[in-house]
C-alpha cells in the first residue's frame, strides 16, 4: 500500500517549514482518519516548538526556528510513525459495512464464520451497560475492498448454501 501522507521539510528564510499532505488517504472512513490525524500532527509539531502557518482540509503546515534544524528529522519521523499508525487502526463495525458495501447482516455472518478477519474488540460503556464490540484490521479490509469479485463470491456462496438447506427435505419429529 503506498504511503497515504507526504511529510516533507525544508529550510527557508529564517527556519524551517515541516508541511503534511494527507491527499492520498485511502477511501475506507477516510474523513475520520484525515481529521485524526491532522490532529494528531497538529499537537505533535505544536509540542516540538512549531508556529501552524496553514491548515486546510488535507493539509498543515508548521514554521519551526533555525535552531530546530537538528531536530527536524527525528521530528518528521515520529510524526510520520503517529499518522501511520491513525491511519491504518482497526475499523469499526459500520465503517467495514460501508467500505465494503455490505449489509450489517453479512459483516455478522461473514464475522461469526470466520471469514472477515478481526483483530480485537472495543468496549463502549452505554448506561449501566458495556458493550462489546469487534474491530477489524485496515488492511485486511482495504485489501478486500481492492477485490470486490470476493464478495461476490462469498454472497454466490451464501445463496447456494441458503437454497441447498431449502431443497433438501426436511423430517418433522413426533
Excluded at 491513525?86 to 459495512?97: E, M, N, S
Excluded at 455472518?109 to 483483530?119: I, N, V
Amino acid at each position: 500500500m503506498p504511503a497515504a501522507s507526504r511529510i516533507t521539510w525544508q529550510r527557508e528564510e529564517g527556519g524551517f517549514v515541516l508541511s503534511v499532505e494527507l491527499d492520498s488517504v485511502p477511501d475506507i472512513d477516510r474523513e475520520r482518519r484525515v481529521a485524526a490525524s491532522l490532529e494528531v500532527a497538529t499537537k505533535h509539531l505544536q509540542k516540538s516548538g512549531g508556529n501552524r502557518i496553514r491548515a486546510d482540509a488535507t493539509s498543515v503546515s508548521f514554521a519551526f526556528a533555525l535552531s530546530a534544524g537538528p531536530r527536524m528529522r527525528g521530528i518528521a519521523q515520529r510524526l510520520r510513525e503517529k499518522i501511520d499508525a491513525v491511519l491504518t487502526a482497526p475499523l469499526a463495525p459500520r465503517a467495514v459495512d460501508k467500505a465494503l458495501g455490505i449489509s450489517q447482516r453479512e459483516r455478522l455472518r461473514w464475522y461469526k464464520d470466520g471469514r472477515l478477519p478481526t483483530c480485537g474488540r472495543a468496549k463502549l460503556g452505554h448506561g449501566t451497560h458495556t458493550v462489546h464490540i469487534p474491530l477489524f484490521p485496515f488492511k485486511a479490509i482495504a485489501k478486500l475492498q481492492a477485490t470486490p469479485a470476493t464478495i461476490e463470491d462469498w454472497r454466490r456462496k451464501d445463496v447456494h448454501g441458503v437454497s441447498e438447506d431449502l431443497a433438501a427435505p426436511t423430517t418433522v419429529q413426533q
